[in-house]
C-alpha cells in the first residue's frame, strides 16, 4: 500500500478522498489555490502545498505544479477526485512517466470514453445496448439525412469530444437537420477543438439510470447496482437515488451483468459509471464516466462498500475486495446536492457561512468540506455540501429526507436547501413519476414561485 497520497481536488470530494486514505493508514498531501487557504481540506490533511493562484487554470490543473508537490511531499500516488483531470488522459500518462501512480483508469481507457464515437463502437462490440444512430462520424447533410430518415425523426446530432450535454442539437424533421449538424459541428470545434459528430434517434421522455462498476484489470470486475439521476437542471444533477424507483431487481440484475462482462472483457482497472438513457423498459448507453462521481455516497449508503478505499486498493495493485455474491443492496438512499445558489433563480451565492448547522440522526449522512465562518469564494463550483438520506424503503428515506432538511441550518448565504423541502413534499416526486425534464418544466411553470423570489 502506498504511505502517502496526493488530493488534487478541493471542497467535499478532497475531505471525502482524505478520509479514506487516513482510514488506510495513508499519509495525505492536500494542494491548494491561494483561494483556498482557510479551505477545510488543508487543515484536515497532513501536509499541504499551494500550487498557484485562484483560477483553477493556474493551481488546480496546474500539472507542472502538482509534480512538483508530488516530488516535494514524496507523494506515491494522486487522486483527482471529479472535475478538474480526473478524466485527462495526458496527465494520467504523464503521472506514469514521472512513476506516480494515478488513482484511476488506464490512460487508454479514459481517452476511449472520452472520444463519444469510440465509447460507443467499444460497449456496443462488448455486449452494451445503444441508442440507434449513426455508425461512428457523419461526413456530410447527405449522410446525415440518409442516417436520419433510416432512424426516423427526431433525431439527435451530438459531438464526439463533447459529453454532459455540451454540442447536442435535436432535429425534429428533416428541413432541421444540416442547421442542427452545422450547429452541433461549430459548437464541437469552438469548446472541443474538434469537430467531429454523430448522430441518434431522440429519445423524448427517458430516465437517466447510471450503472456502477468496479475492475481489477486482471479480469475480475463487478457492478454495484445502479443510480437514478433524472432530476437535472441545464445538465447538472440535482437529486440522486439508488436503487432506481423505475427498476426491479432483475432488471437491475440483467443490466448490471451486462456492464460488468463488459468491463472484464475490456480489462478496465478501477471505478466506472456507465450512463444510460431507460425509456419503455429498454436500456440505451450514452456515455462512460472514468472517475469517483459527486453521487456516489448513494451506492455506498445501500451496498455498505467505501467506493473510495477500493480505488485506492486496486491503484495499489490489490484485487478487488469482495465478490459479485457479496455486493447486497439494503434499502434505499436519497442523495441532495446543497448549491450555494438561489432556490428559484440559481444565481451563485458565495460568501461567508455565518451559521452551520448540519442534520444528524439514524440514516443521515452530510459530505461537504464547509463550516462557520468559512467564505465560500465565487471562483470554483457552488456545491457547499451533499445531504444523503438512508432508510429500509424509499419512503423511509423519504421521511428522513424531509426531517433533515429541516433540520439543516446553513445561514449567510442562499442555497438550495428551500427547492428540496419543495421537492420532497411533491407528489410526483414521492411517487417517482419523473423523467430528465421533469425538474426544469416544474421549475418553468412556477413550481419555485419566480415571483416571490
Ligand atoms: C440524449 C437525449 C435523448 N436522446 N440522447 C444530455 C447529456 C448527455 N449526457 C446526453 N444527453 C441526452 N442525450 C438521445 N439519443 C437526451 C439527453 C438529455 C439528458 C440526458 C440525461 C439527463 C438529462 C438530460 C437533459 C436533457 C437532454
Not at 137 to 156: Q, T
Request: some cysteine; overall charge negative.
Amino acid at each position: 500500500m502506498f504511505d502517502k497520497i496526493l488530493i488534487a481536488n478541493r471542497g467535499e470530494i478532497a475531505l471525502r478522498i482524505l478520509r479514506a486514505a487516513k482510514e488506510l493508514g495513508i499519509s495525505t498531501v492536500a494542494v491548494h489555490s491561494t483561494a483556498d487557504s482557510e479551505a477545510m481540506h488543508v487543515k484536515l490533511a497532513d501536509e499541504s502545498v499551494c500550487v498557484g493562484p485562484p483560477s483553477a487554470r493556474d493551481s488546480y490543473l496546474n500539472i507542472p505544479a502538482l509534480l512538483a508537490a508530488c516530488e516535494i511531499t514524496g507523494a506515491e500516488a494522486l487522486h483527482p477526485g471529479y472535475g478538474f483531470l480526473a478524466e485527462n488522459a495526458r496527465f494520467a500518462e504523464i503521472l506514469a512517466d514521472h512513476h506516480i501512480v494515478f488513482v484511476g483508469p488506464k490512460a487508454e481507457h479514459i481517452r476511449m470514453m472520452g472520444d463519444k464515437i469510440e465509447a460507443k463502437r467499444t460497449v456496443k462490440e462488448l455486449g452494451i445496448p445503444c441508442v440507434p444512430g449513426s455508425d461512428g462520424a457523419i461526413s456530410g447533410d447527405h449522410e446525415a439525412a440518409a442516417v436520419a430518415r433510416e432512424l426516423g425523426y427526431p433525431v439527435i446530432v451530438k459531438a464526439s469530444a463533447g459529453g454532459g450535454g455540451r454540442g447536442m442539437k435535436v432535429a425534429r424533421s428533416q428541413s432541421e437537420l444540416s442547421v442542427a449538424l452545422a450547429t452541433a459541428r461549430l459548437e464541437a470545434k469552438t469548446a472541443f477543438g474538434d469537430d467531429a459528430v454523430y448522430l441518434e434517434k431522440f429519445l423524448e421522455k427517458p430516465r437517466h439510470i447510471e450503472v456502477q462498476i468496479l475492475g481489477d484489470g486482471r479480469g475480475k470486475a463487478i457492478h454495484l447496482g445502479e443510480r437514478e439521476c433524472s432530476l437535472q437542471r441545464r445538465h447538472q444533477k440535482v437529486w440522486e437515488e439508488s436503487p432506481s424507483p423505475a427498476l426491479n431487481a432483475s432488471q437491475r440484475g440483467h443490466i448490471g451483468e451486462v456492464c460488468a462482462s463488459a468491463m472484464r472483457k475490456l480489462g478496465y482497472v478501477g471505478l466506472g459509471t456507465i450512463e444510460f438513457l431507460y425509456e419503455d423498459g429498454q436500456f440505451y448507453f450514452i456515455e462512460m464516466n472514468t472517475r469517483i462521481q459527486v453521487e456516489h455516497p448513494v451506492t455506498e449508503m445501500i451496498t455498505g462498500v467505501d467506493l473510495v478505499n477500493e480505488q485506492i486498493k486496486i491503484a495499489a495493485g490489490s484485487p478487488l475486495s469482495l465478490t459479485q455474491e457479496q455486493v447486497i443492496f439494503h434499502g434505499h438512499a436519497i442523495e441532495c446536492r446543497i448549491n450555494a445558489e438561489h432556490p428559484a433563480t440559481f444565481r451563485p451565492s458565495p460568501g461567508e457561512i455565518a451559521y452551520y448547522h448540519p442534520p444528524g440522526g439514524l440514516g443521515v449522512r452530510v459530505d461537504s468540506a464547509v463550516y462557520a465562518g468559512y467564505v465560500i469564494p465565487p471562483t470554483y463550483d457552488s456545491l457547499v455540501g451533499k445531504l444523503i438520506v438512508h432508510g429500509r424503503t424509499r419512503n423511509e428515506a423519504l421521511m428522513r429526507l424531509r426531517r433533515s432538511l429541516d433540520e439543516f441550518i446553513i445561514d449567510g448565504i442562499d442555497t438550495t436547501i428551500p427547492l428540496f423541502q419543495t421537492l420532497v413534499r411533491n407528489a410526483d416526486i414521492q411517487n417517482a413519476l419523473y423523467d430528465i425534464h421533469w425538474l426544469e418544466k416544474f421549475l418553468a411553470t412556477g413550481g419555485m414561485d419566480i415571483a416571490a423570489a
